[in-house]
């Protein structure tokens, strides 16, 4: 399953948001803040277990997750609902700041990374960003996350199945962007940069997902960097 090209600007009906943490008073504060703002929170956990029982019943498009659970810790939790569907984004809203929490949480198939001192607004922009596929990470996070990017595109590739090698065309606009992306700029500083829409920025991406035959940005970013297109 590719990147949804949708924006929040195209959207009509609400997002759906699911919040996980352990702590009542926290986790209902959350809820009712971003229910108050339009959003459609279609469930709630307290521990790991029940958050993935909850989140394969509820469906929600983005679970905010807390990573210090009971049961089941966050980091599994997460492995486990994206396995299950993978058109489901992860917003991490935790009071660690730890570098190998964070890495692990992307690992886990995080798509952002908040710390729980953001402001409500800061939490509902990192939302409705999440949903349409950005990766939102408190500010200083983001350079580490794309570092620990280039650190695993050196690694060597898995062994090739022997016949002829991919080689994908992709369009000159098409790899202009998916430059912009290893470096780590948002799809909307892309659209900024290269004087074109959000949406036009989200087609590329998804166009050249296809035709790479990747899943995701996480995945795209690493190919990028493995190509050096970081560099240039």
Same mark, same amino acid.
């Given at each position: ?13 609400? #997002? /759906? ?19 108050? @703002? ?20 509820a469906a929600p ?18 492995k486990e609902v ?24 992307? /690992? ?7 710390? /729980?001192?953001? @402001? ?35 690694e060597p590739a ?27 700029? @948002? ?8 004087? #074109? ?27 990028? #960097? ?7």
């Amino acid at each position: 399953m590719t990147e949804t090209t949708e924006t929040t600007e195209d959207r009509r009906d609400p #997002i /759906k948001v699911m919040v996980v943490d352990d702590h009542p008073m926290w986790r209902d504060a959350v809820a009712r803040d971003l229910a108050e @703002s339009g959003f459609e929170v279609v469930a709630t956990a307290g521990d790991g277990d029940q958050a993935v029982r909850r989140a394969k019943a509820a469906a929600p498009e983005v679970l905010v997750l807390d990573l210090n659970l009971p049961g089941k810790p966050g980091v599994q939790v997460c492995k486990e609902v994206v396995a299950a569907d993978p058109a489901l984004r992860v917003l991490v809203l935790s009071a660690s700041g730890e570098h190998a929490d964070v890495l692990e949480a992307v /690992k886990s198939g995080a798509t952002g990374y908040l710390l /729980k001192s953001a @402001s409500t607004e800061e939490l509902q922009d990192a939302v409705r960003r999440t949903a349409v596929g950005d990766p939102v990470f408190t500010p200083g996070l983001a350079g580490l996350v794309l570092g620990e990017y280039r650190r695993l595109a050196s690694e060597p590739a898995p062994a090739q199945d022997t016949g002829e090698p991919k080689a994908p065309r992709l369009t000159d606009r098409e790899t202009e962007v998916l430059r912009l992306v290893a470096k780590g700029l @948002s799809y909307k500083q892309i659209a900024e940069r290269l004087v #074109i829409s959000h949406r036009t920025v989200q087609n590329h991406v998804q166009n050249t997902l296809g035709k790479l035959q990747l899943h995701n940005r996480v995945e795209l970013v690493r190919y990028a #960097i493995e190509r050096g297109l970081d560099d240039e």
